[in-house]
């Protein structure tokens, strides 16, 4: 494994930032002290963190979909800068102005979420072409879910990437439903890792559940874009635990199918691997888990006290300069 015991404790911590800080968001929507919407990833933090982890450490740059915090948490990004944007507060990542679909934190190689389904692919296959064109040797990460391999714009991403050897990877995080709208009933294959085949890339699905796996096939992926070999499409198999977004009753699904995917939960799976091979123990993850909890209760404290953008704000941001 390619991972020292420190980062293997990190990439733990954040997992369990990433879950502190959704589960704050879903009840203050509930509450109504926020407003809008967001688009949760509980459940989905193995493949989110995972992925972003390798990214990361090899100082790569991430594009990602209207689903990423768990991504952006992944990359390190300041919760406090997170929570103010969900606050709509000047100190916010994009100044208050995005919210929940415009993270973003450049500082750590993220470009940013988009709120249009496979909007991603053809903006990740220009920054994967600006590497190549500019040689900096780094490789992109481009994040999307099942629903949008229907889209036009994967199909002629992926094709584009292969003929030019883009380095990029496409990382879906497949879990299973787009909105309402199961898997079974959007395409006619097991698969989305076969579609790799009909643009001559290298496709693989993984369990995206599996934090080690993740990490482990994102960076070998990762290292195949950069060495000038093209793309590389990876499907990770996860599950949304929590509606689609905040108000989403999941007439769709049974609760006996979420209770199963609970038991596959990717925090307390990763817990169990940890303790089992004897890299940490349980008063280390305790702590972890306390210190995300205060992370994500100081960042809540600072977004409120933040001011929001003055009306000048309006006009800033808007064009390029
Ligand atoms: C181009 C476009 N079409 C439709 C939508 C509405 N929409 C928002 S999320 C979503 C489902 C996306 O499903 P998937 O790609 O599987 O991602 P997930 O929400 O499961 O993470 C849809 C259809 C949109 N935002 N953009
Ligand atoms: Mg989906």
């Known amino acids: ?37 967001t688009h949760l990833g509980i459940g989905q933090e193995a493949a989110g963190v995972g992925a972003a982890f390798a990214a990361l450490k090899q100082g790569d740059l991430t594009i990602l979909t209207h689903r990423g915090h768990n991504e952006t948490i992944g990359l390190g990004a300041d919760l406090t800068m997170l929570m103010g944007e969900m606050f709509g507060r000047s100190g916010g990542c ?50 999307g879910g099942d629903g949008s391999v229907n889209e036009g714009n994967f199909h002629e991403s992926l094709n584009l990437a292969s003929v030019w050897k883009l380095p990029v990877v496409f990382f879906i995080e497949n879990n299973l439903y787009s909105m309402s709208t199961p898997l079974e009933k959007e395409m006619n294959i097991i698969n989305i890792s076969d579609r790799s085949q009909s643009y001559g890339i290298p496709g693989i699905t993984i369990d995206g559940n599996d934090v080690v796996e993740v990490y482990e096939i994102v960076r ?91 009306d000048d704000s309006v006009y800033t941001d808007v064009y390029a300069e």
């Not at 980062?7 to 954040?14: D, I, V």
């Not at 920054?127 to 040689?135: D, K, L, V, W």
Request: aromatic share 10%.
């Open 1 to 37: 494994m390619n991972l020292t015991t420190e980062e293997l404790s990190q990439l733990y911590y954040r997992m369990l930032q990433a879950r502190h800080f959704e589960e704050t968001l879903e009840d203050l929507f509930h509450r109504r002290v926020l407003h809008g919407t």
């Open 94 to 143: 994009s100044g208050g102005k995005g919210g929940s679909m415009h993270f973003i934190d450049l500082e750590h190689g993220n470009y940013g979420e988009t709120g249009v389904v496979g909007g991603a692919y053809p903006l990740a296959c220009g920054m994967a072409f600006t590497q190549q064109y500019n040689e900096t040797g780094k490789a992109v990460l481009c994040v």
């Open 220 to 310: 070998k992926a990762l290292d195949y874009a950069r060495s000038g070999e093209g793309p590389f499409l990876i499907e990770a198999l996860t599950y949304r635990q929590c509606g689609h977004s905040k108000s989403d009753r999941q007439i769709y699904r049974s609760e006996q199918e979420v209770e199963n995917w609970k038991k596959e939960d990717p925090i307390p799976r990763f817990a169990e691997y940890l303790i089992e091979h004897g890299l940490a123990e349980e008063g280390d993850l305790y702590r972890l888990e306390r210190r995300a909890y205060e992370d994500v209760k100081v960042a809540l404290a600072a977004a409120k006290e933040m001011p929001v953008p003055n």
